[in-house]
């Protein structure tokens, strides 16, 4: 944990509430969002109970099926209405054997994890010499069939950033980079982990490949493991550096996964509900604490603190997605099946549960006065104002095929990359603290767009 940053979220939990007491004492969404940032509550029984009792859930497995079980079981204890499971087709992938070490010329072992939706090396293995990418474009322009019968190694240089901006910076290593290399002729590919740590906790993460590009086997190394393969690169000279790769991931075919709603009912059903979402699957390496089991927590508890404050005038409907860690089933599924149904405001919660510092709405321009009220009423809580146009979460897509309101509350990404999709998401790197300011800004927000009666979009 970075202790300045804790030093600033205590200051706020510590001194801000009195004063917003003082000044929001007669509005029940702003007490309720006071008292959400002093005392731990629904956000982190939900995260502790689905994390120690299901774990990891990765998507299309019983796994996930359990956890889908317990929130519904969570969601009707704490009385949501209209709980369902609703049920999709995904293809499903699942990881198998992982094995990783240099032969030549500085024999070792390598800590590798398979990344989503590749293929097999078989049980045998391969070995093959590898080619040193040091970054994405280089392997962009590595000429066609010159990585026939190789290995590729594509790395980069991911640094912490508070807007996880690193991530569209080296992302790309992963989520095409496979693709490309077999493209090329590769073999097979290795990556450095999309990640900021320095741990030897491999990354994994889904990659693609394009039309006509049969998928070939593909792993990230750890951060550390990479670095130690660039020196041998560094200090091989003219000798070649081989690998034996051994990656076993197979296919399960169509499996059912699911999205879990429940609903907060307001007064007004003619009133477009807030869709506040979530991802509950995760992947398989730790028990999905971070991501996105938090953000589940978070939402879910801002829902129940609405309701606390009064039953509001729109109706909160929460979106707990399947199966968006192998390629956003879930969200898609959703905004099929409901995509005839207006939604007044979209929003969610996946970035981890490290405070919220910034605030941003799609309607800054066409609703001025309503995004001026919300960012006013989030300021207390240490969160600015910005300019920035909301695109919304993976899992809303329905708000944006619908082309409607999004509200994107920014959490600090600095330390999300040292733990997303790694053996390290685990509860114990939430800090309650900072999970607390979630829950509190989530509830002003989502208090005061459940009981805006206008379109929230466009003021009318």
């Known amino acids: 944990m970075h202790k300045q940053l804790l030093t600033a979220v205590a200051a706020v939990s510590l001194v801000l509430p009195a004063t917003a007491q003082a000044d929001h004492h007669s509005d029940p969404v702003a007490s309720q969002a006071d008292r959400a940032l002093e005392t731990d509550g629904a956000a982190w029984d939900f ?88 970054s994405y474009a280089d392997l962009v322009a590595a000429p066609a069939g010159s990585l026939a019968g190789k290995i590729a190694f594509i790395s980069h240089d991911m640094r912490p950033t508070q807007d996880g901006s690193g991530y569209g910076f080296a992302g790309p290593a992963r989520w095409t980079g496979p693709g490309v290399a077999a493209s090329k002729g590769a073999v097979a590919t290795v990556i450095r982990s999309i990640g900021t740590e320095n741990h030897r ?68 059903p003619a ?14 390496l730790g028990t999905g604490a971070i991501d996105d089991a938090a953000g589940c927590g978070i939402v879910a508890a801002a829902a129940l603190n609405v309701a606390e404050a ?84 993976a899992d809303i897509n329905i708000s944006r095929d619908q082309g409607g309101a999004i509200i994107d509350l920014q959490q600090d990404g600095t330390r999300y990359f040292e733990l997303h999709h790694t053996p390290d998401d685990t509860l114990d790197k939430v800090d309650p603290v900072q ?12 208090g005061i767009l459940a009981n805006e009666p206008g379109n929230i979009q466009t003021g009318e």
């Open 201 to 268: 906790t491999p990354h994994t993460g889904g990659t693609s490949f394009p039309d006509g590009v049969e998928p070939t086997p593909a792993g990230a190394l750890s951060n550390p493991d990479a670095d130690n393969l660039e020196r041998m690169f560094a200090r091989a000279g003219d000798r070649p550096v081989t690998m034996h790769l051994t990656l076993t991931p197979r296919w399960l075919g169509d499996t059912t996964s699911g999205n879990v709603v429940g609903e907060i009912t307001g007064s007004n």
């Open 435 to 446: 999970l607390r300011q979630n829950v509190a800004v989530w509830t002003q927000v989502v």
């Open 271 to 284: 009133l477009p509900p807030v869709l506040v979402a979530c991802h509950l699957d995760s992947w398989d």
């Open 310 to 393: 009064g039953q509001p005038l729109r109706t909160i409907r929460v979106l707990m997605a399947g199966a968006e860690e192998t390629g956003l089933w879930g969200s898609e599924a959703y905004s099929a099946a409901h995509l005839d149904e207006p939604i007044g405001v979209g929003l969610e919660s996946d970035f981890g549960a490290d405070r919220i510092w910034r605030f941003e709405s799609n309607f800054r321009e066409s609703n001025p006065d309503l995004h001026a009220t919300l960012a006013q009423s989030v300021a207390r809580f240490g969160v600015a104002n910005s300019t920035i146009t909301a695109t919304g979460g």
């Open 47 to 134: 995260l502790e109970g689905i994390t120690t009792e299901v774990g990891p859930r990765q998507p299309g497995t019983p796994a996930e099926a359990r956890g889908r079980a317990w929130a519904m079981d969570w969601m009707n204890a704490r009385g949501f209405a209209n709980v369902a499971d609703e049920p999709f087709q995904m293809r499903t992938w699942v990881r198998g054997e992982e094995e990783a070490r240099v032969t030549a010329p500085f024999p070792q072992p390598m800590h590798i994890t398979a990344l989503g939706n590749t293929a097999s090396t078989g049980a045998d293995g391969i070995e093959a010499e590898v080619v040193y990418f040091p």
